[in-house]
């Protein structure tokens, strides 16, 4: 892999952990039950992506 290539993995792996935290803040002050589901829907999801771009480095 070159030094490119793992440069443009690290950022997306911030950029996915970002997302994650924000996901996480937002489920600490929604109330709304179906509002909180679909945030941790979002949340697993980039947790999955994180992952996936993980694997590859």
Do not use: W
Request: with cysteine.
């Amino acid at each position: 892999m070159s030094p490119k290539e793992l440069q443009y993995i690290e950022d997306a792996l911030g950029h996915e952990q970002f997302l994650k935290s924000q996901c996480q803040q937002a489920v600490s002050q929604l109330t709304d039950p179906e509002l909180k589901n679909c945030v941790n829907q979002l949340m697993a999801k980039h947790q999955e992506i994180f992952s996936r771009f993980y694997q590859l480095v």
